[in-house]
């Protein structure tokens, strides 16, 4: 275990930093294991110890929870998403009842995703020109023009503590041509959102994409870099790619970001790869699968998924998971919570959400303590050998249905 | 204001009372308010303050909310269905659980309903002999038999508080022969329930019916408390009949009971019908309308109904309702419920349910409060001025909407 400064900064892009107004050491690294890292991100609306997990509130609500069920979990910070927010209520609405923060009722730390994903997942519904992403709305068709410059204004209208650029994603079986165009896109892109500007205190990442090729992820974070952000994202993995290739590609890509910098892979969140993703560096994380697949009656345990539908729970007097600390597992048998899901009760859904958030910040906890302890590659080790993920060819055919399903009036939403 | 004595006996109904092993000082008397009444009604898992509403947890669960929310509200005693528990999960489930209490997580009073009146709300799947209700099942289709025999075993397996004879509940059209074959076969079934006996510590309570007949009515009140119960239900109201008809039926039969025992008045829960009610004697009420309605949208505030879905709430920085304690009120906006509900979130079912439950349970409080301070006629000609009830021809409509839903597989059930 190395333990590093308390206020590291990116080497020779303290300049650039200090002209976007932003100060690198939001971050503070308070140890490191390996590649794994535990420190602290400092936000204007509080402290996030790292590895984080942000559960995801795509449109101002994580899927049947309300704040306080947020804190119950150990939430500290929120993901929303600028795009669907902007759609419904209105970002208007939401500047005028005082910002996100007050409007749903979170006081803690926020991030806003800028809606460039929506223009990977919705992508029957969208033109993508330099200029912008036009697209149309999946809730009435109206149509509607994101650009880096309208996605920043957003972004400081709704006054999460950290923003994000707007950026090209794209499926991770592109031709590399188009890759490379995307990559090329997403830095001028980025180049035109530090202009536009974050607002006071928030603090605008850099996105990295460039798919599965090296070089490209290399000239992406190198551009990035150069112009300098208080944080780097990942994005353009998890989106169809094997886990092999995600992992190789992920740690590549990190040993090209400064190391005193926060990293967040975006759209990640099963508990294997949050393991896998922390052992190479990653600070943050957000996804919707926790929460998505709780409302569908997949929970973890600590030997990996179980469908609480199936008979075996229809008579189990105790917890869902033997030893799991959340308010689910406290006050409620695995029977009970088997009944709601027959009986389509809305309660049902709340428990479930509860306990894989539960499991995943804990998860987080967990991976903390091992770090700060010098134990990560024992703590690896243990749970690879204890948590079974469901088949990967399940998991891509559950990923390939929820990205077929976006944009259509009920589908599942980023 | 008289204050009644704190151990009144039902005149001459002592014995019968002794021979089923009830006290009838399960209920106190505090003070009296013209026909209103304050009282305690007690039970093994603690007492009842009254008048009291007691929210359905039709199938183990009031939709959306959790035993925290309910106590949050003010919930004192919970409803649930013998019916729907026995067909899904089960009673033997629900007995090797340790009973209803435990594996719904409520360690306060319950009361179980017994099935009789899914005899009358799921009328195309069942028909009704001397014998029981046979009912084809609207999960699956199968056969299932009620006989007041049955329903009294389920209901001690289920171990709730108060329980409920199996009875034989008509629409308010129903024909007078029929009505009164009703009432001969309810009180038949009435008599077989006590003689199958309740539990240890359970109340059995017994239910006037009789339509909209006065002599069918005393009929049916006066065999019932021949043979003594310690509490009795007013059935068969609220089943489409006019509210003018409704009071009046209940005020005729309201006189017919004793007046030391608590009076419940089945199924009936719009504010407006729970004040008139009051007045009319009533101790007791349950009703799936405050969550239903909650559900739809629909929320109560100080002057009557408002839809939270429309336009005026979309900028509305206030809670839905000025002055509400609840907590949905006392945490979010009104604009941010809106968008709740216009977005299709979870969330939005939870809040407005807490909102509305709390409405009708600080209705109950306050009623209590007037009552006792000898104010309760100035507290009901307040709340007739300023709570406007929908007009009643809406109210009807969607009642016969409801009923004409009931038994659908994806049906509202009572």
């Given amino acids: 275990m190395a333990r590093a400064n308390a206020n590291l900064t990116a080497d020779g892009h303290a300049g650039p930093n200090e002209q976007l107004g932003y100060e690198m050491s939001m971050f503070t690294i308070e140890a490191t294991d390996g590649g794994a890292r535990a420190g602290v991100l400092r936000t204007p609306h509080g402290d996030v110890p790292t590895p984080a997990f942000m559960p995801v509130a795509t449109q101002g609500s994580v899927k049947a929870l309300d704040p306080a069920d947020l804190r119950s979990v150990g939430a500290n910070i929120l993901l929303a998403n600028t795009y669907h927010l902007y759609l419904r209520p209105g970002v208007d609405v939401i500047d005028a009842m005082g910002g996100l923060h007050r409007?749903?009722?979170?006081?803690?730390?926020?991030?806003?995703?800028?809606?460039?994903?929506?223009?990977?997942?919705?992508?029957?519904?969208r033109k993508i020109t330099e200029e912008a992403i036009f697209f149309k709305s999946h809730i009435d068709g109206s149509m509607h023009v994101f650009s880096p410059e309208s996605a920043m204004r957003?972004?400081?209208?709704?006054?999460?503590?950290?923003v994000m650029p707007l950026d090209v994603c794209l499926a991770s079986d592109a031709p590399r041509a188009e890759v490379e165009a995307a990559v090329e896109r997403t830095n001028r892109w980025a180049a035109r959102c530090v202009d536009a500007g974050a607002g006071d205190g928030q603090a605008l990442f850099g996105i990295v994409q460039g798919g599965l090729y090296p070089d490209l992820r290399r000239r992406s974070a190198e551009f990035l870099v150069s112009v300098g952000f208080p944080g780097y994202a990942v994005g353009g993995l998890s989106v169809g790619e094997s886990k092999d290739d995600m992992y190789e590609v992920l740690g590549f890509t990190t040993g090209l970001l400064p190391a005193a910098a926060p990293r967040y892979l975006m759209g990640v969140g099963s508990p294997e790869d949050l393991v896998e993703s922390v052992a190479r560096g990653v600070?943050?994380?957000?996804?919707?699968?926790?929460?998505?697949?709780?409302?569908?009656?997949?929970?973890?345990v600590r030997e990996g998924r179980v469908n609480i539908y199936t008979a075996p729970f229809q008579r189990q007097d105790g917890?869902?998971?033997?030893?799991?600390d959340c308010y689910t597992c406290r006050t409620f048998s695995a029977a009970y919570v088997h009944h709601l899901f027959r009986a389509k009760e809305l309660l049902a859904y709340r428990l479930a959400t509860i306990h894989n958030l539960r499991f995943?910040?804990?998860?987080?906890?967990?991976?903390?303590?091992?770090?700060?302890?010098?134990?990560?590659?024992?703590?690896?080790?243990?749970?690879?050998?204890?948590?079974?993920?469901?088949?990967q060819r399940t998991q891509l055919e559950q990923k390939r249905k929820w990205l077929a399903a976006q944009g259509r009036p009920d589908g599942r939403r980023r």
Avoid at 285 to 290: S, T
Avoid at 291 to 299: E, H, K, P, Q
Avoid at 319 to 324: E, N, R, V
Avoid at 374 to 391: I, K, N, T, W
């Fill in 103 to 125: 409007f749903i009722g979170w006081d803690g730390p926020l991030l806003t995703d800028s809606g460039g994903f929506q223009g990977y997942s919705l992508k029957h519904l």
């Fill in 283 to 300: 600070d943050m994380f957000d996804c919707v699968l926790p929460t998505r697949i709780a409302r569908n009656g997949a929970l973890f």
């Fill in 154 to 162: 957003h972004q400081r209208d709704l006054g999460a503590d950290i």
């Fill in 360 to 391: 995943v910040l804990r998860l987080m906890e967990e991976m903390r303590s091992a770090i700060e302890a010098g134990s990560f590659d024992a703590y690896r080790g243990e749970f690879a050998s204890r948590f079974v993920p469901p088949e």
């Fill in 319 to 324: 917890p869902i998971d033997d030893g799991c």
